[in-house]
């Protein structure tokens, strides 16, 4: 039996596609996938390049709608649970030389909502906040039950007011 799905793809490749999806960024996603972190972006690009690993993100898109309630969501998810890792480096760095563009451009600072060097000299870091983000995550969850529990509630109005039919049809058919 062969390993992984009907592309070929091994359990690490669909994971990485699946973080991808949800992350947009390649990095993060084959370090969280379990790819060794100093080549993740080498490796990402080289997963993207491969027709099969499209296929599965194309598979991926078409199961999910690409809504605007989906970014909201996966945004609010790499706020809530996202490494601090590189903004971290970046404080320990920024005490000797700039990290120059392509130092600071392979860091990942999406959890980074202000950085500023105080009038002392000092590096200061501010995080977005990772409670609203689990706040609005739950809120969302929330409605989106809510919407599936109206839809279910309305299918079983419709089931019932059916059986109410049917019961006062001669035959006992509902239409």
Known sequence: MRKGNERGLSAKKRLFCRLYYDLQNGREAAIRAGYPAREAAKTAAELLGQPAVLDELRTIGEEQARSVQHQVRAGLHRLAFGQVTDAVRLAID?????????????????????????????????????????????????AGESETMASFLGALRQGAEAVRQAEDRPDGCAL
């Open 94 to 142: 920024s005490a000797g030389e700039p990290a120059g563009r392509e130092g600071l451009d392979a860091l990942d600072l999406f959890n980074v909502a202000e950085l500023k060097t105080s009038r002392s000299g000092q590096f200061e870091i501010k995080f977005f906040d990772r409670m609203r983000a689990l706040e609005k995550l739950w809120e969302l969850g929330a």
